[in-house]
């Protein structure tokens, strides 16, 4: 039942509505008014502040990569690119930061509780075994925003210049692997 | 039990509270109320140790708290129910009550505590497993107040509890306020809502601009024209 529950309150942050605006707002007062949320962050500050950069470098990376493939079709595409790109950083920072403070929470959740609040996939089962990396928990991922404001403008990085973008691809992917490492450690 | 005296706290260079002093005694509801943006909030987020006051004292049974670190303040039983109830959508209605019982002086108990809170609050026991994020506003305040509950405070500090909520809600709050009071809690409550919390209150403070600028008794101020006119539209 709670599980079932538990689906039914995610639903709602699965498509880019004004609700997810809400629900970023919503997860920012609770990291601004719930005592033992604000006192985890604060334990954690320096390991969150490094993973931030990390996304914000990503999250403009989104931007550059819309704007490189847009500049790369045609000069005519310079200008729409140039304006376009700016959005798009803006939105990516927005998706990026929501997932990983989402997921932190989720994260000190998890540990408060003493138990997962989802149950392990595979692959997080074998990070931890293999890796010493334990995810804990997963964040609520607005799969929609996520493909079109992250997904997509990485890809779109990739196909304009590969190796910028294969190494921000990368960096996506490390960074809370470190994070959770690190965090463990 | 709690006295706050000449306190003043800046934001940059923008002064939301100046010399602000009032007394909760033991076992009362001490309301405070003003317009948005007078200082309600920063006034609970001073004694919280949220915001950290330039000046003035806050004391707690007669031990200076100004300075401490929020979880210590907690820690000696100062408990508070955020404005906007915060609670963690994803997490079931008992999750969210256990989240409550993290302090030192809250675990040992917690499974009594729990029990008490279900007694208070029957409806949480019959929707335990219920993620909260799926209940009503007014059901989420009751997780709320049941999570500061969880903690064993002794004095809760209430930040608009009848934000957003409908008035047969608000009533149903302010009835669970009074029974708190009821049961030996010392209650602080701000709120935008004048009528209604100076009906309840054994005594309030007017703030204006982040000066208490009136006080007294609740009732007492409930007839007063002067809060009649400027709060109450009479």
């Keep these: 039942m709670a599980t079932k529950a538990r689906q039914q309150a995610r639903k709602s942050i699965v498509i880019p509505t004004p609700r997810l605006v809400e629900d970023a707002l919503a997860l920012a007062g609770r990291y601004k008014e719930i005592e033992a949320l604000r006192r985890y962050a604060a334990e954690r500050r320096p390991l969150l502040q490094g993973a931030s950069a990390a996304f914000l470098f990503i999250g ?5 990569g819309v704007f490189a493939f847009l500049a790369s079709v045609g000069g005519w595409m310079t200008l729409p690119a140039m304006m376009l790109a700016p959005l798009v950083a803006l939105c990516s920072l927005f998706v990026i930061f929501y997932i ?3 997921w932190v929470e989720a994260r000190a959740l998890a540990g408060a509780l003493g138990h997962r609040t989802n149950r ?13 990396i334990d995810l804990l928990a997963r964040p609520d991922v607005p799969w929609i925003a996520a493909g079109l404001l992250v997904a997509l403008p990485l890809g779109l990085l990739v196909a304009a210049a590969p190796l910028v973008g294969v190494a921000v691809l990368l960096l996506a992917i490390a960074s809370p692997l470190v994070y959770a490492r690190m965090d463990a450690a | 039990m709690l006295a706050v005296e000449s306190l003043d706290l800046y934001y940059g260079d923008a002064q939301a509270l100046a010399g602000v002093s009032l007394q909760v005694p033991q076992g009362e509801i001490v309301a405070i109320v003003g317009a948005n943006g007078a200082g309600k909030s ?18 707690f049974k007669g031990r200076p708290i100004r300075g401490l670190e929020s979880h210590a303040i907690c820690n000696l039983g100062i408990g508070q129910v955020a404005e906007g109830r915060q609670v963690f959508p994803s997490l079931t209605v008992e999750e969210n009550l256990e989240m409550g019982a993290m302090l030192p002086r809250a675990r040992k108990t917690r499974e009594q505590t729990l029990q008490q809170v279900y007694g208070m609050f029957p409806q949480l026991a019959e929707r335990r497993s219920q993620a909260a994020g799926t209940m009503s506003g007014g059901e989420q305040q009751m997780i ?19 934000l957003g909520l409908a008035p047969l809600v608000v009533q149903e709050v302010l009835h669970t306020i009074r029974s708190l ?44 024209d002067r809060v009649r006119q400027a709060y109450l539209g009479l």
């Design chain 1, 100 to 102: 990983f403070y989402s």
């Design chain 2, 144 to 162: 709320a107040i049941g999570r500061c509950l969880m903690g064993q405070p002794e004095l809760v500090m209430f930040d608009e509890p009848s």
């Design chain 1, 120 to 132: 392990a996939l595979a692959v997080e089962s074998w990070l931890r075994r293999k890796a010493n």
């Design chain 2, 42 to 59: 920063s006034l609970i987020r001073s004694i919280a140790g949220i915001e950290k006051p330039r000046a003035g004292g806050i004391s």
């Design chain 2, 181 to 224: 009071n009821g049961r030996g809690l010392t209650i602080l409550l701000v709120e935008q809502n004048v009528a209604v919390s100076l009906k309840i209150s054994n005594h309030a403070y007017v703030l204006e601009n982040g000066r208490v600028v009136m006080s007294g008794a609740g009732q007492e101020l409930l007839h007063d």
């Design chain 1, 60 to 64: 403009l990376a989104c931007g550059a």
